[in-house]
């Protein structure tokens, strides 16, 4: 069997994979929701979710410093990478030796492809499938409340302090927050640029969100970017629900409507 990744690659597969690797923890929750615990050999010392059944997995070191030994040791007849996330080093090394399929995320519809072709390949169609459909459904609700919302406000996805550092356009962050109904005061930069606070005064942000990840924002911070948006709605949000874009897509519709209206601190399971 053939599939194609979403860098173009063909991997061929001759059986069903039996034995996974995954270097891409949003990708790890998948397979197991995807109910193929059984086959996921391998994850990195990010991939901590599901808690309860990744915890006895072997680790195979971080997502951009693989020790290829473990991996060696693992004898994997399929591993699952992705182009933002993992090295490109490591990640040709490892296609010398094995399968490798990398998932390359930009929107909704590059998720839900990646859902159902990664279901496919372990033996999962029809759960991909399910799990694809419930999502577009919740989506689709999620545009409706927006709809009815005023006009986009103007916001700010802060990753990283010590440097100021913000979500650019073109990626998965800057879609979920157009599907949010918020107006990214920095799409038109380049993935993940550094900013000064006198850039981000002269963006005019409405709403400063600060993620969870990488950069752990807490509520000691909250003070310190106030005075930077010059009145600005500030947020500590979670930032696994603006960049995992496997099956916890199904929790991500409830939580951006709550953004969209909220007036205070948004909360909830895993936000800071």
Known sequence: MQFQDQLGAIVELANEPQRIVSLVPSQTELLFDLG??????????????????????????????????????????????????????????????????????YDLDDALWMVEQVATMVGARERGQSLSRTVRERFMSLDEVVAGRPEPRRAAYFIWRKPYMVVGGNNFIDHLMRRAGLYNVFRDLERYPQVTAAQVAGARPEVLLLSSEPYPFTQAHRDEFQSMGAGADVHLVDGTLFSWYGSRLLRIPAYLEAITKANSNVRSEGVV
Not at 70 to 89: F, H, S, T, V
């Open 36 to 105: 193929v615990d059984e086959k996921i050999v391998g994850v990195t010392k990010f991939c901590t979710d599901p808690p309860d059944r990744v915890a006895d997995v072997t680790r195979i070191g971080g997502t951009k410093k693989f020790n290829f030994a473990r991996i060696d040791a693992l004898a994997p007849d399929l591993i699952l990478g992705n182009k933002e996330e993992n090295y490109q080093d490591g990640i040709e090394q490892l296609k010398m030796r094995y399968r490798v399929w990398m998932s390359d995320i």
